[in-house]
C-alpha cells in the first residue's frame, strides 16, 4: 500500500492549501492517519492526528488554523490549512498505521511553501 499526497505548493502568507492523503489500495482500514512536517533543519513533527473512532487531534502550534478530517470508508484523510505562515514551510507527509499489520505507512511527502 502507498499513500500518496497531493495539494502542496506555494503560497503567500495568510494563504491557504488543502492537503489530501490517498492509499493506492484501500484493502484495510488504519487505526490512525496523521499529518506530519519537516522543515529544514528540524525534526519531523506531529501536526494532525485522526483515529477509527472518530477522534481528531492538531498540534498546539497550528490550532485555529488547520484542521484535519477523513473519510473512514475511504481511508482518505485532509488537512486544511489557513492563515498559513512562512513557519509553515515544510515538507508534509501522510502517516498511516495499520493495527492488523503493525506497519507504518509513509507518503513520499508534498512541499508546502509560505513566502511572499
Known amino acids: 500500500v502507498q499513500l500518496v499526497e497531493s495539494g502542496g505548493g506555494l503560497v503567500q502568507p495568510g494563504g491557504s492549501l488543502k492537503l489530501s492523503c490517498t492509499p493506492s489500495?484501500?484493502?484495510?482500514?488504519?487505526?490512525?492517519m496523521a499529518w506530519y512536517r519537516q522543515a529544514p533543519g528540524k525534526q519531523r513533527e506531529l501536526v494532525a492526528e485522526?483515529?477509527?473512532?472518530?477522534?481528531?487531534w492538531v498540534a498546539d502550534s497550528v490550532k485555529g488554523r488547520f484542521s484535519v478530517s477523513r473519510d473512514r470508508a475511504k481511508n482518505t484523510m485532509d488537512l486544511r490549512m489557513s492563515a498559513l505562515v512562512p513557519e509553515d514551510t515544510a515538507v508534509y507527509y501522510c502517516?498511516?498505521?495499520?493495527?492488523?499489520?503493525?506497519?507504518?505507512?509513509w507518503g513520499q511527502g508534498t512541499q508546502v511553501t509560505v513566502s511572499s
Open positions: 485522526t483515529t477509527d473512532s472518530g477522534s481528531l
Open positions: 489500495e484501500n484493502i484495510f482500514s488504519f487505526v490512525t
Open positions: 502517516n498511516a498505521y495499520s493495527g492488523d499489520l503493525n506497519i507504518h505507512y
